[in-house]
């Protein structure tokens, strides 16, 4: 079957003058666009019940020693981090519990953009880790954990000289 049978008729000249020509499709890329900005930082609410979770934002950089993670975790007590690698995957998990009560009559909220609930990441390492060396630091909100690779076994080698008859 061809791609160009699958497009509606009348639009198929589309493809050759290029999607700025397009009314249709301008007008679906200029509803993505303001979708997306829309959205930008909405989080799924978190639930246990049904396995969603929040996700905290993060930078993971790769160095010569090893892998640098640092995640944001805003309003987090030390005390409820649980970081765990196991088969070279790092799982970052958290939970950060409810300050307010829904039922205050003192209080009428207005606007409500706090996160609650279990935040939770996992990264698959691209390397053997030295699980043993792996540490974490905790300050103000961000957590820092650094995972040494293993020393990489020296691949031994040898030239093998080919022979004619």
């Known amino acids: 079957m061809d791609f160009r049978s699958m497009i509606p008729f009348g639009r198929q000249t589309a493809l050759t003058r290029g999607p700025e020509t397009d009314p249709f499709l301008a007008m679906r890329r200029e509803m993505d666009r303001l979708f997306d900005d829309f959205t930008r930082d909405w ?8 396995g969603r979770f929040l996700s905290p934002k993060v930078d993971v950089a790769e ?3 090893g892998l640098e993670l640092t995640a944001e975790l805003p309003g987090i007590d030390e005390k409820d981090i649980e970081l765990d690698l196991t ?11 409810v300050e307010r ?14 996160s609650y609930g279990t935040f939770m990441r996992r990264f698959a390492l691209p390397f053997e880790p030295k699980a043993d060396e792996v540490t974490a630091s905790f300050d103000k909100g961000v957590l820092k954990v650094t995972v040494p690779r293993a020393r990489e076994l020296e691949a031994k080698g040898r030239k093998i000289t080919v022979n004619g008859h």
């Open 43 to 50: 989080s799924a609410p978190a639930n246990s019940a049904s």
């Open 63 to 65: 160095t010569e020693t």
């Open 87 to 97: 088969e070279g995957v790092l799982t970052l998990k958290a939970e950060n519990k």
């Open 101 to 114: 009560e829904e039922n205050d009559e003192k209080k009428q909220y207005h606007l409500v953009e706090r």
